[in-house]
C-alpha cells in the first residue's frame, strides 16, 4: 500500500508503507499477527518493546489504552525513529552498492 503524496516540486513521490511509517515518526505500533511475514514483523516489534503484537481478534480497549498511554512503548519507539534517522537514505547507498558489481 503506497499513499501518494505531492512535494512542493508537484512530482509524485510514494510515501513508506504504513508499517514503515510509524517506526520513523517514533510512534508506537499495533501490529497484527497473520499469514506470511506479518507474524514475524509482528514479534519483531513487540520484542523492541516499539509497540504490541496481537492477533486482531485481541485488539481491545485496553491494549489500544496501553497502546496510547505505555511510556515504555513510547520510549522505544522514540529510539527507534532515532535509529532509523542516523540511517543513510537508499539513494547514497546506490553509488556504494554499484561499486561492488
Known amino acids: 500500500f503506497f499513499m501518494v503524496r505531492r512535494p512542493p516540486s508537484s512530482t ?6 504504513p508499517f514503515r511509517s510509524a517506526p520513523a515518526a517514533g510512534l508506537p505500533q499495533l501490529a497484527t499477527t497473520g499469514p506470511g511475514d506479518r507474524r514475524h514483523n509482528a514479534e519483531l516489534v513487540a520484542r523492541r518493546g516499539a509497540g504490541l503484537a496481537l492477533r486482531p481478534r485481541d485488539i481491545t480497549a485496553r491494549a489500544l489504552t496501553q497502546l496510547l498511554t505505555d511510556e515504555r512503548l513510547r520510549t522505544a519507539a522514540a529510539q527507534v525513529s532515532r535509529e532509523i534517522a542516523a540511517m543513510p537514505p537508499p539513494t547514497d547507498l546506490v553509488a556504494r552498492l554499484t561499486a561492488l558489481v
Open 12 to 17: 509524485l513521490v510514494p510515501s513508506p508503507p
